[in-house]
Structures are given as structure tokens and as C-alpha cells.
């Protein structure tokens, strides 16, 4: 291995700079301490690494053995469970992909700080405690000559190489522009039930201990540096390369990006009884004209999250703007949008209309996840919903408010050339997963200020630790004053398919001159949920009836002056976890058949244009 | 005597007035293709219907696009009615389909046969049209349909040659060029702009040669009506000679009638109904549109046919003799 400059030693060693960190202190003890240098190679896509990782066993039970994530040895072959995974979900990430175009990281040295003499290596092995996959290299297991006690540390030294990889996920290059994320060996969380050190998942993140990270880079100079924390020093080498020392304290990631085509601005956002923020927002050349744009989607997002959960973690924060992929078959998935401390990567196109949701949309979802993703940091292999639902509602939220009724549906067409907005079809934050549906059912079952009290009380305690369903629940429990177990138990069971019908509703007319209706309401779905149900009568009085939804039908009976004229299951709307709405309804004179003559109309003379087309070159 | 040269721009106006006079033909395209695409809209209708019920979601929906309902019809729908999407709204469903010819996207199974149907169709129609369009007067119906099938089964032949020529681009040219090399082109890029205009050429060359192809099977078609050919091959290979031989004034003509096509398209930018335009407007805006483009079909077939004879025959010449539609064996039997 190549050895670092003697600046980078003499760097490490002299007395710590002023770190960036959390606005507040951070809650839970600082449990790492990470030390390390790494270089770029930028033609040939590698770093060389070495670093120094001080660890206190945060457990009540000794522990021998430490374990480290490997990140990028999911992407070293086909056969991690990352590839695995994809390919399950119908995707081939390294299809057509080159040697050179793949990722991996090796440790080259590992040693206990003055043992130098004795090797961890040479225990160490690879290990799936996920799904026991023996070809997966992405959780390195080292056992120790002697258990780290509880409350004691240990101090390792450690060098590496790693590959960069043409983009997979998170991490990558294109042409000359790297974003470098989960790229050092990373220590996993040792719980009191054991290590939470997961292989590397698709649409998962690290999950990783709080502690300070003292970063020297070395990268080709005048490239243009961004990483989590405050750059303490830069450092011409003379060589043609720079380096550049980054501090962070109170946070359990660092990521970074290099490039020598980055356009740099900044901006500052100003708070009464908080410090400023600062914003560095770094972006490719030809989205230049996007900067304001950016920058403001940036500062609204943070002024909405504010004011309805908490001051923002960070005193500073770099955005990055990624190389947008046209063409992904050749250049790769790209980097996609994600947050890390105090720097997160947002994502925008050329030519993108003011009514498009991008970059707003990314750059806004990534803010939410600085707070309920990074400065809450949840395990999210474990607990997903956790990690992603929360974010993902907060988004729902925080969206209508900074950018009131801006964006349309926009499609790309001819390969990306034409972004054409559909001004008729107005754009929605897709509450995407089944986590961010129940949590939208628990908001539409309480006021808007209890929901929001709900979402700040989980952060203040979520914040600076690694919080578990339980903090949720608490959170929600105490703010809402209910005892919420369906709550509970949908979390339990995100998937779970909720889908309420009206099954019939029948009239007749007794002898006395009464109408006798029967409605018969079913649950199609294994979710069970209480539910209203509203009977409209055809003098305009109407009946709700609480159901439990235990049964998997229910019959209702009413004898009446009138007929029924609707029924409505869950009239409120609930339930957002209600797959399927269209059947929650049943009116005795409905209007179905002007809608689908209306459609179906609409449908026709779109493809007789489409015949026009195609009989263009008969 | 050297024959004079023909003036591009003549042929062009006079093909747009042979097509104006002739509604007839334009409002027959029309009814076909409310025929082909009636039944599947039909079958939609039956989906969207279904899916609603009794369900008060009509209401909602009759307004505007919905985008949750949409969502979840989708999750049923099969066949046609997987491709009711918001793009099949306004302007941008003329940009997606486009898209989706380029970049030989295919489509469902029973729109791929309905739109093999109507091509068949138009086929079948095209010599009657073109020989319609050569007369430059009205003719018969039963001596339309009857030229119909004069000209039928040699279009046939020549669509088999023609369709293979399609086939061979969109089974190897495009793949090549928007693959192959819009891969090499792209793969180390970061400037989006500079893909995107690769793209551009890409398209430009993919388009430019189904153009040439299409001029050439156009002239191919023309010259075997007006001059009653009867070899498929033969015609393709005049139609061939012809172009080459004039080649700067055929695609001058070619491109005039695409800028005609595309000044309709911007129009139709201007009127296509919103999502909640009331369905009489809608209807008449999609129809109006729909009759404008046959009518630049035509006119495009027309143009050509004006060239052709101006260069090679004259004008309204056609070599075949109107075709008079046989009477029945009682009628001959009886010496009528």
C-alpha cells in the first residue's frame, strides 16, 4: 500500500480543531472515535485508506469479537445478497457492467493500536447473519485475543483499499465526479441483545455508532471537496493533490464527494435563537440556472420541517448535486438521493419545468430523513418502517406546505429529451410504503397538532440515538392519550392488506308502508381496523354505525320511511392504508356509466391518433 | 425536348386541394377508424364500468383525472385497459406515442392487433385512394372499392418487402443506434445536455432513413397506380430510380408535407382538451384533429401523386382503366 504523506500523520496528531456538530449536544455518549486518511486515485478509481477506530463497548455483556460492514463488497460479483435482492425484485444492476465498473473493499492490515505484531486478520471471516448467504462479503466478523469489557474501549488500527464502482445505489463515479458514502470499514452497534451489523440490502443504510470522525482526504488538486462536518484544514501537497480534513462529532456516518466540475454556492439561513445555518450546495455545471431553485427548496423544506418538528440537527449543510444518469443501462443506476450528516445528495434533470416535483421532492424528502434517518438513526434493516415510513410521512406533510399546489405529473419522453408536464394531473407525494400509510392512518384519526406533537416528541427522543418502534409508539401514545395497540400491531405488520366493501344493500317495502333496508358491508383484507359506516337515507337523514371489522361481514338492518340511498364506508377517509376505495361506496343511483363513457371516450381518441401514427408509414 | 422540371411547391398546393375535394375519402378513414377502435373502447368502457359499480368514486371522477383512482384501476386492468394512463391526455399522449414508435416500445397484445387490423385495412383502401387522388375527381363507390382490390394484393406484396425493411430497422439499426451507440456515447458522460443532443442525432438518422424508406415505397405505390404496374418488386425499384434520380426535390416535397403535419401538431397543442374539458369538447377537439390528419395524410399521398404525374405522365393521368364493378352471371346469362 501506497503510504500517506507525512502531512496526514502530522495532521492527525495535532490538537483537534473545532468540530462541526449537532446543534444540540448529542444525547447518548459518544461510542466511536474514528481517525482516518484516506487517498483517491482517481484514474484508476481507488482509495487507499488507513485509520484508527477507538470503540467503547456501550453493552452490559463483554464482547470478543468485533464486527464491521463492508459495503462495497456487495457490489464486488453477482453473488451478494445486495445482487440477490435485486434480482429478486426483477433488477440486474450489474448487467453488461466491466470489471472495472464493479466496487469492493479489502482490509489490508488490522491490529489492535500497539499490537501491531499480532494481526486481527488472521481470525477474521466473513459472516450473513442476515440470511446466511456464504457468498456474501459485506459483514467482516474479527475476534479478539481478549473480551472488551462492559464501558471499556478498545482502540484498532486498521488500513484498506476500495475500489470505486461505476454507481450502485448510493455510492459511485461518473466521469469524473465521486460520491463516496458507507466507504471505510464501518463498525456495526452492539446492543445488549448482541451485534446489529447488517449485510448490505437494498433500500437499506448502514447502522452505525455515534462518535466523532476526524477525515483527511487526499484528492486531486483544485478538486472541489464536500463531506460530512466542517473543513478544519486544507493542505497543498505539492504533488498535484491536496488534502483536506474534515471534523464531525455527534454524528454516526461520514460521507463525501470529489469533483472538479462542481459549481459551488452558498447560502445562509438565519434563525431567532438558533445559530445560522449554512448551506454549500455543489452542482454540476449544466444546472446552474438551478441553483436559486435549489438552494430555495432547501431553505423552505428546513423552515417547514422547523416549524413542525424541531430546529434542524445541523449548523451546516452540503447539498450534493449528483450526475444525472440519462442512459443507465451505460452509466449505471446513479447515485441516487439520500441523506448523511450534514450533507445530503438531492437529485435534478436538465431542462426540468418549474411545475416539476424535481429536484423540490428529493431535495425535501432528504432534509425529513436528516432528522428521522441520520439524527435519529434507526436500525433499518430491523425496523424499515422506522427508518423510511416516518421520513416518508413527514414528507407528505411538509410538501403541500413548502410548495402549495406547484407541481404537476411531468413524463419524459424520446430518452429524456422532452420533459412534458401534464398540467391536468396534479403531482402527489406517494405515501410509498405500507409504514407511511398506517402512520397516515394513526394522522387522520387525530388533529393535525396532535400528529404534529407526536412527530416532535419521537424526534426529541429519537435524536442522537438509535431509537426502536417503542420510542414511536411512546411518543404517539403520549401524545395522542390513546393506547394505540392497532397501531402497534399494524406496525408489527406493515403489509397487511386492508380493504373494506360494500357487499349489498337491498330495499323493501313492508305492509305498513316502511322501508325495510339490509346493508351488508364485508372486510376483504386481513388488516382489521375499526370503521365507520354511514347510511344515507333518501329523506336526507342519515345513520354511522361504529364497526369493529372482527368479522369478516356485517349486516345492517333499518326499517324506515325511506329507502337507502348511499352507503358509505369510512366517509372520513381514515383509513389511507385503504387499498382499494372505489369499493367503500355504493349509491342507489350511480354515475358510473357516464364516468366510464367519459374514459373510455378519452381512451379511443387517443389511440386513433395512436393508428394515425403508426398508418403514417403504411 | 427536355421535359421541364416540376415545381416542388405546385405539387405540394395541389395536393392539398386534390385532398380538400376529396371529404368523401377523408370522413371514410374516419369511420374505419372509430370501427377499429370502438370494440376496444367498448371493452374499456366494460372495465372502467365494472370497476366503479355502484361506487360513489364516479362522481369524483367525472370531474378531472384522479390520479388515486387511476392508480388503482390500474392494479386490474389487463389488456387495453392497461394503457389508460394520464397519457393518453391531451398533447402529451401525441408525444408519448411518438416516444414509443421511436424507441419500439411494445404494446399490449390486443392494441398490437387492432392497429395490425386498421393497417390492413388501409392497405386494402390505399389504391383506391391513390387512384381517387390521381383522377383528381370523384369516382364511384363501387369503382373505389373495386380499385381497392385491383391494387390490393400488389400492395400486399409490396408491404411484405417494405415491412421487412421496417422490421430490419427497428430489429437491428434502432437497437444499434440508441443502444450500442448511445451506450458508447454516454457511458462517461456528466453533461446531461450532451447526451441528450447525441440523442437527438440519433433519432434524426433513425427517422431520416424510415422517411427515405417511406418516400420510396410512397413513389413505389404511386407509380403502380398511375402507371398500373403490376410487380411489386418492380414498383419498389422505379419507386427506387425515382427518388434517386430526383432526389433533392422528392424529400423537399417529403419535408414540406412533414412541416404541414407539424404545424397541425402545434395547433392541436393549442385546442387538445384538458382532463376536466367538458366531453362534447373534447370530442369535437379530438375529431377535428383526428379529420385534419387524414386530411395531411392524404394530402401527403396527394402531393406525391401530383409530383409523380407532373414529372413522369401528366397531370390526372392514371394508366388503368377505371375498374367497373362485374355484373352477376343471371345478368350476363340474361344479356342485360
Known amino acids: ?145 481478549a473480551p472488551v469489557m462492559p464501558g471499556a474501549s478498545i482502540e484498532v488500527e486498521f488500513a484498506w483499499n476500495a475500489h470505486v464502482p461505476r454507481p450502485f445505489d448510493r455510492a459511485g463515479v461518473i466521469d469524473r465526479t465521486f460520491v463516496i458514502t458507507n466507504w471505510f470499514p464501518q463498525i456495526g452497534v452492539l446492543q445488549d441483545d448482541g451485534w446489529h451489523c447488517h449485510q448490505l440490502h437494498p433500500n437499506t443504510r448502514a447502522f452505525n455508532e455515534f462518535g466523532r470522525y476526524d477525515v483527511a482526504l487526499t484528492v486531486p488538486e483544485p ?157 433499518a434493516f430491523d425496523h424499515p418502517w422506522l427508518d423510511g415510513s416516518v421520513a416518508r410521512f413527514a414528507l407528505t ?72 418502534p417503542g420510542t414511536f409508539l411512546a411518543a404517539a401514545r403520549a401524545a395522542t392519550g390513546q393506547d394505540l395497540d392497532w397501531f402497534a400491531e399494524a406496525m408489527r405488520r406493515p403489509e397487511l392488506n386492508v380493504d373494506y366493501a360494500v357487499r349489498a344493500v337491498l330495499s323493501t317495502i313492508t305492509d305498513s308502508g316502511n ?36 368479522d369478516e361481514a356485517r349486516t345492517l338492518n333499518y326499517r324506515r320511511g325511506s329507502p337507502a340511498v348511499a352507503v358509505d364506508i369510512d366517509p372520513d377517509h381514515l383509513l389511507r392504508v385503504e387499498r382499494r376505495r372505489t369499493n367503500n361506496s355504493w349509491l342507489a343511483h350511480p354515475s358510473g356509466s357516464r364516468a366510464a363513457d367519459k374514459w373510455s371516450l378519452r381512451w379511443m381518441m387517443w389511440f386513433q391518433h395512436m393508428l394515425m401514427t403508426y398508418a403514417f408509414f403504411v | ?61 367525472t370531474g378531472g383525472w384522479d390520479t388515486a383512482w387511476a392508480a388503482e384501476f390500474a392494479t386490474d386492468a389487463h389488456g387495453v385497459a ?7 391526455l391531451g398533447f402529451g399522449g401525441t408525444l408519448a406515442t411518438l416516444s414509443w414508435l421511436l424507441d419500439a416500445q411494445p404494446m399490449p397484445r390486443t392494441m398490437g392487433t387492432a392497429v395490425a387490423a386498421y393497417l390492413l385495412i388501409w392497405l386494402f383502401l390505399s389504391g383506391g385512394v391513390l387512384d381517387r387522388l390521381a383522377r383528381a375527381r370523384p369516382v364511384a363507390t363501387s369503382t373505389f372499392f373495386a380499385t381497392c382490390g385491383v391494387f390490393f394484393f400488389r400492395f400486399l406484396r409490396m408491404a411484405i418487402v417494405v415491412g421487412a ?55 413505389a405505390k404511386v407509380r403502380a397506380v398511375v402507371e398500373d404496374r403490376h410487380s411489386a418488386v418492380a414498383s419498389l425499384l422505379a419507386g427506387w430510380r425515382f427518388v434517386r434520380r430526383r432526389f433533392w426535390r422528392c424529400a423537399t416535397l417529403y419535408l414540406l408535407n412533414i412541416v404541414g403535419i407539424v404545424v397541425l401538431a402545434r395547433l392541436w397543442l393549442q385546442v387538445a382538451p384538458s382532463a376536466d374539458e367538458p366531453d362534447w369538447r373534447a370530442l369535437l377537439a379530438g375529431q377535428a384533429y383526428l379529420v385534419a390528419r387524414i386530411w395531411a395524410r392524404l394530402a401527403f399521398m396527394a402531393s406525391e401523386v401530383v409530383f409523380f404525374q407532373a414529372e413522369l405522365a401528366h397531370a390526372q393521368f392514371a394508366a388503368a382503366p377505371e375498374p367497373v364493378w362485374p355484373d352477376s352471371p343471371s345478368a350476363d346469362g340474361a344479356g342485360a
Request: aromatic share 10%; charged share 20%.
Open chain 1, 1 to 145: 500500500m501506497r503510504r500517506p504523506p507525512a502531512i496526514f500523520l502530522l495532521l492527525l496528531v495535532l490538537a483537534s480543531p473545532g468540530a462541526a456538530a449537532r446543534q444540540a449536544e448529542p444525547a447518548s455518549p459518544q461510542t466511536v472515535q474514528y481517525a482516518l486518511e484516506a487517498r483517491l486515485d482517481a484514474p484508476n478509481r481507488l482509495i487507499t485508506g488507513r485509520g484508527r477506530l477507538a470503540w467503547r463497548n456501550p453493552t452490559l455483556h463483554p464482547t470478543s469479537e468485533l464486527r464491521f460492514q463492508m459495503a462495497w463488497n456487495a457490489w464486488r460479483d453477482g453473488h451478494s445478497s445486495w445482487m440477490r435482492d435485486q434480482r429478486v425484485a426483477g433488477a440486474f444492476p450489474a448487467e453488461g457492467r466491466t470489471d472495472d465498473d464493479m466496487g469492493f473493499i479489502d482490509l489490508t492490515s488490522l491490529a489492535v493500536t500497539g499490537q501491531t505484531g499480532t494481526s486481527l486478520l488472521a481470525g477474521a471471516h466473513y459472516i450473513a447473519p442476515d440470511d446466511r448467504n456464504g457468498d456474501d462479503r459485506t459483514v467482516l466478523a474479527v475476534p479478539l485475543a
Open chain 1, 223 to 379: 478538486w472541489t471537496v464536500g463531506a460530512t462536518g466542517a473543513e478544519s484544514a486544507r493542505v497543498s501537497n505539492g504533488d498535484g493533490t491536496a488534502t483536506h480534513r474534515y471534523v464531525a462529532d455527534g454524528v454516526q456516518d461520514f460521507a463525501w464527494t470529489t469533483s472538479p466540475d462542481y459549481v459551488e454556492r452558498t447560502d445562509r439561513i438565519t434563525r431567532p435563537g438558533h445559530a445560522d445555518i449554512t448551506l454549500r450546495l455543489l452542482l454540476q455545471p449544466e444546472h446552474v440556472e438551478q441553483a436559486d431553485r435549489q438552494l430555495g427548496a432547501v431553505r423552505s423544506a428546513i423552515q417547514v420541517y422547523e416549524r413542525q418538528i424541531a430546529p434542524f440537527p445541523w449548523t451546516r449543510l452540503t447539498i450534493v448535486d449528483p450526475v444525472a444518469v440519462i442512459n443507465s443501462r451505460a452509466q449505471g443506476n446513479g447515485i441516487a438521493a439520500a441523506a448523511y450528516p450534514m450533507l445530503l445528495i438531492g437529485y435534478t434533470r436538465w431542462l426540468t419545468p418549474w411545475t416539476a416535483a424535481i429536484p423540490e421532492g428529493a431535495l425535501t424528502d432528504q432534509v425529513g430523513r436528516e432528522f428521522f434517518a441520520v439524527d435519529a438513526a434507526p436500525d
Open chain 1, 397 to 468: 406533510r411538509v410538501m403541500p406546505e413548502a410548495f402549495p399546489q406547484r407541481f404537476v405529473t411531468v413524463n419524459r419522453y424520446f430518452g429524456g429529451l422532452v420533459a412534458w408536464p401534464y398540467a391536468d394531473v396534479p403531482w402527489q407525494v406517494g405515501e410509498a410504503d405500507a409504514g407511511a400509510l398506517w402512520i397516515g392512518t394513526l394522522s387522520a384519526s387525530v388533529t393535525e397538532d396532535t400528529m404534529t406533537r407526536v412527530l416532535s416528541a419521537y424526534y426529541a427522543q429519537a435524536a442522537g440515538r438509535h431509537p426502536t
Open chain 1, 515 to 550: 322501508v325495510d333496508t339490509t346493508v351488508v358491508v364485508a372486510r376483504l383484507g386481513s388488516g382489521v381496523l375499526p370503521v365507520d359506516v354511514r347510511v344515507t337515507f333518501a329523506d336526507g337523514s342519515n345513520v354511522v354505525e361504529r364497526w369493529d371489522g372482527k
Open chain 2, 1 to 61: 425536348m427536355a421535359r421541364p422540371r416540376t415545381a416542388v411547391l405546385g405539387a405540394f398546393a395541389e395536393g392539398w386541394r386534390r385532398a380538400l375535394r376529396a371529404p368523401l375519402v377523408t370522413f371514410s378513414v374516419l369511420l374505419l377508424m372509430w370501427l377499429i377502435a370502438l370494440p376496444l373502447a367498448a371493452g374499456l368502457r366494460d372495465q372502467i364500468a365494472q370497476q366503479l359499480g355502484a361506487s360513489r368514486t364516479a362522481d369524483r371522477i
Open chain 2, 82 to 88: 392497461s394503457s389508460f394512463t394520464h397519457e393518453v
Open chain 2, 165 to 219: 425493411i421496417y422490421w430490419a430497422v427497428f430489429r437491428w439499426l434502432q437497437p444499434w443506434l440508441l443502444g450500442t451507440v448511445f451506450d458508447w456515447g454516454t457511458r462517461n458522460l456528466a453533461n446531461e445536455h450532451q447526451g441528450l443532443v447525441l440523442r437527438g442525432w440519433l433519432y434524426g438518422i433513425l427517422v431520416a432513413i424510415l422517411a427515405f424508406v417511406n418516400l420510396i415505397a410512397d413513389m
